[in-house]
């Protein structure tokens, strides 16, 4: 399972940014897809997760900032991301729970991550 994430940039306090993540190679099912961040010096901290059923959670940092969404046909998550701000600052790194064939195991897998920076 590779994920891809284009996106990301530089954006001004109380802007808008959306990210995209789309899932490819061999996967027989995806359980869940999501976003996580990390700034220097911190841990990567969950921001927002959807499972295949159209469950959604936030982090509360992000509650009414941030909307997650799915397109489960495509294999592909996105986060539009409102209202920024510094502290919103980090590598954003696209998450999904998948199984890559019948025969194996569910695994997490990972993005190259892409780095969102607000700033004036």
């Known amino acids: 399972v590779q994920l891809v994430e284009p996106g990301g940039g530089l954006v001004q306090p109380g802007g808008s940014l959306r990210l995209s993540c789309a899932a490819s190679?061999?996967?027989?099912?995806?359980?869940?897809m999501g976003w996580y961040r990390q700034s220097p010096g911190k841990e990567r901290e969950v921001v927002a997760t959807?499972?295949?059923?159209?469950?959604?959670n936030y982090a509360d940092s992000v509650k009414g900032r941030f909307t997650i969404s799915s397109d489960n046909a495509k294999n592909t998550v996105s986060l539009q991301m409102n209202s920024l701000k510094p502290e919103d600052t980090a590598v954003y790194y696209c998450?999904?729970?998948?199984?890559?064939?019948?025969?194996?195991?569910?695994?997490?897998?990972w993005g190259q991550g892409t780095q969102v920076t607000v700033s004036s």
């Open positions: 959807t499972t295949s059923g159209g469950s959604t």
């Open positions: 998450n999904a729970n998948a199984r890559p064939s019948k025969w194996e195991y569910d695994g997490d897998y």
């Open positions: 190679g061999s996967i027989f099912r995806i359980n869940a």
